[in-house]
């Protein structure tokens, strides 16, 4: 038997790490019936954390797909990590979900994970609830919780719930929504209903009203009902919650100990209740314009949000149906690379155990297997229908290491295994490094750095080793030189014979046409790397012939791909070719080619060569406490400020700083914050090297070039 859309339910947990969102999955699957007892993260026996690497380090690392049956629904159940590092798995699991949950710590509050989540709910228009977790732990504090969320993220966040008594005795929650007071047996579970105590019961109308407030606000008949009668019934209600939380203008606040398994089942309620099913949100936007609704009459769309690689099973892949209704055997197309690709089996999955369907319908999570080239962010639907589901945009990297070469027999087998992992993990990218010779891995933190090393050296049995990635500087002039270079070489019979006379510019766009020189003939050619090259030919009178243009050109390139200076790439150079001489015999495409390239590194040395770098803007998010650590360490890193900004209880910084400062800065920022910081960093600009470092680079690169 398979769900109608309207009974679909895709919720996903989301929170800074250690909120307890895995716990609170568990406990939800047992609530449910779906598992017979509940795991503990200590033990590793959590249906979620199922992959050894998690239960080794004790953490979510990947997005794991469950699925509850409560009441009338099917709640399918994404479980996210909450570490920064693999934020990718968050915002994949929020382009399938319908309703975000986000818990919050009771004893810690709105955390700096709470508020880059909660970002990206709102640029991905997730409705949303606040679960706040742990009232039973003892420094919990459900107020002041409260206070910073409404603080944050504004007066829509309305408590539903609060806790008659927190801490080590919490068993009772005050319910303003139903207006009854649940209370739960020792060991947790369900809770008996009864009347609100009359000392909690101003506050409980209080809130009540409140609420429905909030829930009429949003829609006028509501709105003059509301008016009328002084209160809204309960399908009124209802009604209204249901329009105001999927348009996002209100954020219902529960509250619950996962661990004790106090409180989440009337939190499924509320989802069943309440929060909409996929059919209820706007239709899927389609890369290129145009929308898919959710509909199972419609042709079937299968959406891939996430692949992993099992040990034993292969590559998983998991999906929503946008549209239509699949089963086992049938025959797709990847609209991305037109791969045909067979349905072998649908699998509904919780954690590591799977069991197959015949078939899901519009709205639905599940998995599969066995896919031939098929990768997240790829739509499979009919041959003939061409649609692609918008796709998901995930973060750039932020950070860089190069692999140690391993041995020669070992390279060819590290490459593959990483670009296994690269290919179910959007958010990486590795890059092969002409310039800098090195294979780079480009990752969101160190964290996930060491996983990836992890996997490949647990899975693939291939020792992985980092080393100081380097900096891909790059050369400039800053003023005019001008030179000749004769090239001339008797060897037996035929010789070799080229003179080139250039001179070099920096280049601009707009500069005035060269100085007493007579152009005849310009190609201005944007540079691979960045930057442009201006190749003038100013020759007159025949000193040299023009067939040799190509071969001087060349010169001039070989040695913009390995500068002077540093041997990085050069660029924004003009180039012009002004007279020359040629012989008969002994001219040929090479001796000129050499020719230029000599000429070129002679003018390029005298003038004033300049080292560029990379800069990058680094916004960090940081709490007032280390705001002043964070402000010093950046001092040293030749940072310039750009502006400070207060979010909520959070301080923004943004600053410019040279890549090369920037090695290993995700572990240090953790050192120096307790991990009360994030960052982000995207490249700005190419800048000069300040003077000093300039000459250390260049005598590095000159007894480099010594010993080699
Ligand atoms: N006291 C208390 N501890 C909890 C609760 N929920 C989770 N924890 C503990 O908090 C830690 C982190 O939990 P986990 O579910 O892994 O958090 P996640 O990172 O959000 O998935 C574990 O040691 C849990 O046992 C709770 O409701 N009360
Ligand atoms: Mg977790």
Redesign the pocket.
Known sequence: MSFESKNIRNVALL??????????AETMLFEAKEIPRRG???AGS?VS?YTNIEKEK???IFSTLMHAKWKDSKINII?T??LDDFVGEVISSLKVADTSVM?LNAAAGVEVGTEILWEYTLKMNTPTIFVV?????EKSDFDATLEQAINRFGTNVIPFQYPLNQGYGFDSIIDALRMVMYVFPVGGGKPEKQPIPDSELAKAKEMHNALVEAAAENDETLMERYFEVGTLNEDELASGLRIALANQEIFPVFC?????NKGSGRIMGFINDICPSPADRPPARLEGGGVLECNSSGDPTVFIYKTLSEPQVGMVSYFKVYSGIIKPGDEFVNNENRTSERISQISVSNGKIRDNVNELRAGDLGMTVKLKDTHSNDTLTNKGNEDIIEKIDFPSPRIRAAIKPPGKNDMEKLMKALHTIEEEDPTLIIEQSRQLKQTILHAQGQLHMDIIKYRIEKVNGITMEFERPKIPYRETIQKMAQDSYRHKKQSGGSGQFGEVHMRIEPYYEGMPEPDGLNVRSKEIEELPWGGTLAFYWCIVGGSIDSKYSNAIKKGVMSKMEEGPLTGSYCQDIRVCIYDGKMHAVDSNDMAFMIASTMVFKKNFENASPQLLEPIYDLEILCSDTVMGDVMSDLQTRRAIIQGMDTEGHYQKIMAKVPLAELYKYSSSLRSITQGRAKFTRSFAEYAPVPHEIQKELVMAYKSELETA
């Open positions: 929170g800074h790490s250690g909120c307890g969102k895995t716990t609170f503990t993260i200590e959590t954390d004790g953490n979510s479980d990590p909450g818990m977790n742990q009232i039973d732990h619950c100990s996962a661990l004790m």
